[in-house]
């Protein structure tokens, strides 16, 4: 792999061997100094155009766990306040001597031309409405860990706002190629446009298909990327669409709840059901880094064996 921009860019063999490298990874994490050199020397930087909390503090942990030397582009602080382009960011930092470049941008494609014009390896960590690849890996892997091996068979919804998910466009493409069964859930105004080819059943009721499902996957509606009034009432979506309490329990025993962060407790998922036994919430964080790690490795690692 040079880069990795796109779930598409991935077959079903290329996806278990980063989920099975991660779970080398998970072992290195376990262990009492959780880090190893396998990286010592080489050079990783974030640039994120876009706001972020978990996966560009992931990509750094990750890194650093490898023994990288890491770097850390934010829009705020930066010189394209002054007019540079994404062009020349990119140049100027490559030309410090970087290795890999873990994009976020709020255009769609963004990582894409990065990747066109330097050499380092380039991670797309979210672009627009497009893509966002670790994060469905990183969710394939916390499912895997549960379910086992393949996720043949599993029946997945992704509740909410798909329309403005690059979680969702990833993670259908991910978990359809692993064999799951993706169903998108929310009102019409929240789905994409158009659907044809996409490997999905859709839903505009939850409690429709709710005890039938193994993993309901909440989505946050994205205010900032809504644009316009798609959503008449935010409290009638809530209700039609939260996942509350009342629906936890009639869900089948051993369903699973995820949410890829940021969320908004209450309205969306009840309190009681983040932090309740069906929650995978803070597992999907903690194996954000392991997943990265094993991406960063495959990137720009020595090809050896880890240390
Ligand atoms: C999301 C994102 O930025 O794509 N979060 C994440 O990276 N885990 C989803 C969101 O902003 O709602």
């Not at 470049?101 to 990582?111: D, K, L």
């Not at 993993?215 to 994205?222: A, C, G, K, S, T």
């Not at 809504?226 to 009639?250: C, M």
Request: aromatic fraction near 4%.
């Amino acid at each position: 792999m040079r880069d990795l921009l796109s779930i598409a860019d991935l077959d079903r063999a290329q996806i278990e061997a980063l989920l099975d490298g991660a779970e080398h990874m998970a072992d290195v994490l376990g262990r009492d100094i959780p880090k190893v050199p396998a990286l010592r020397g080489k050079t990783v930087v974030s640039l994120f155009y876009e706001d972020s909390t978990r996966t560009r503090l992931s990509f750094e942990t990750a890194a650093k766990r490898l023994g990288a030397d890491t770097m850390t582009f934010t829009l705020g602080t930066s010189s394209v306040k002054k007019g540079e382009s994404l062009l020349d960011t990119a140049r100027t930092i490559e030309a410090m001597g970087v290795d890999a470049m873990v994009v976020r941008h709020s255009a769609a494609g963004a990582p894409h031309r990065v990747a066109g014009w330097v050499d380092a390896a380039v991670v797309n960590a979210g672009d627009g409405r497009h893509e966002h690849p670790t994060q469905a890996l990183l969710d394939a892997f916390t499912l895997r860990r549960h379910r086992g091996p393949g996720l043949d068979g599993a029946r997945i919804a992704i509740v909410g706002d798909v329309r403005n998910s690059r979680v969702a466009r990833s993670g259908i493409a991910c978990w359809h190629r692993l064999g799951a069964q993706v169903t998108l859930v929310g009102p019409p105004t929240l789905m994409p446009e158009r659907l044809d080819g996409w490997p999905v059943a859709v839903s505009h009721d939850l409690d429709d298909v709710l005890t039938e499902l193994d993993v309901v996957y909440v989505l946050r509606v994205q205010q900032e990327r809504l644009g316009q009034a798609l959503l008449p009432s935010l409290r009638e979506y809530y209700a039609r669409y939260g996942v509350t309490t009342a629906r936890s329990e009639r869900m089948k025993p051993d369903a699973l709840v995820m949410h890829p962060g940021p969320m908004i407790r209450g309205p969306e998922i009840a309190t009681e059901v983040v932090d309740g036994g069906r929650s995978l919430i803070r597992e999907q964080v903690a194996n954000g880094v392991a997943v990265r790690m094993a991406v960063l490795w495959d990137l720009i690692g020595s090809g050896g064996r880890l240390v």
